[in-house]
């Protein structure tokens, strides 16, 4: 039972270009969404995250959008950069218990931005 | 400099034997969380730990178990490795309290390859 959807498993995009991944959940017992970017021979490091009671994020040039009447959310990358292309993976947060220590991923997506 | 460390990058093991995977943290955090990551499916979580001595299964435990004796160091053990354990192994720790991003920190992996 997945969770977390992730979409697509792979983007290519030029240099410039304004890659956006998608993700959808079905637990409305989630409250916190971050995105992590891994590098190659890397572990995987927070990016952004919002919480569900605002509608866009942004931080430079990445941009979270949420959309909680659709359970969904979307990491937006302007401008983007050879030095962006990476493996993102969307995650998901519960709100109590013993789910709320633990991160729900969706399957990542490979980026990849060819100058 | 936050911190996690992971004793190993690269472990090459015959089948059935024991394995140790170690993992510490030096930012006295009290969750940690051992992952593995395969193509296509993402990160998942095999056991999380939330205090010293606690465990708690995550959605793939089987095959493995965890020991938690310090706070800092938290042990991934393959009681009798199979080749369908050959993975990638992440570890993150992060803090307890559920008010704020409860950010994940992750080390750089350990590629496990059993023969």
């Known amino acids: 039972q997945q969770q977390v959807k992730q979409s697509p498993q792979s983007l290519i995009v030029q240099k410039g270009g304004i890659p956006i991944i998608n993700c959808a959940y079905e637990?409305?017992?989630?409250?916190?969404f971050p995105w992590y970017q891994q590098f190659p021979g890397k572990g995987p490091a927070l990016l952004i995250a919002i919480r569900p009671d605002v509608s866009e994020k942004k931080e430079g040039r990445f941009t979270i959008s949420f959309n909680k009447s659709a359970k969904q959310f979307s990491l937006h990358i302007m401008d983007s950069q050879p030095g962006d292309s990476a493996t993102y993976f969307c995650a998901a947060r519960g709100n109590s218990g013993a789910g709320s220590y633990q991160l729900t991923f969706g399957k990542g997506t490979k980026l990849s931005v060819i100058p | 400099d936050v911190k996690v460390t992971q004793s190993s990058r690269y472990l090459v093991k015959r089948t059935g034997e024991k394995v140790f995977l170690e993992c510490v943290q030096d930012?006295?955090?009290?969750?940690m969380f051992w992952y593995r990551q395969d193509p296509g499916l993402g990160l998942r979580l095999i056991y999380f730990s939330y205090d010293v001595k606690m465990k708690e299964k995550g959605d793939i435990p089987e095959g493995y178990s965890v020991s938690r004796e310090k706070k800092e160091r938290f042990s991934l053990i393959l009681e009798s490795a199979s080749t369908n354990q050959t993975s990638m192994y992440l570890c993150a720790s992060s803090i307890r309290g559920t008010g704020g991003s409860n950010e994940q920190f992750f080390g750089p992996g350990t590629r496990l390859t059993v023969l």
């Open positions: 637990n409305t017992a989630f409250d916190y």
């Open positions: 930012m006295d955090h009290e969750n």
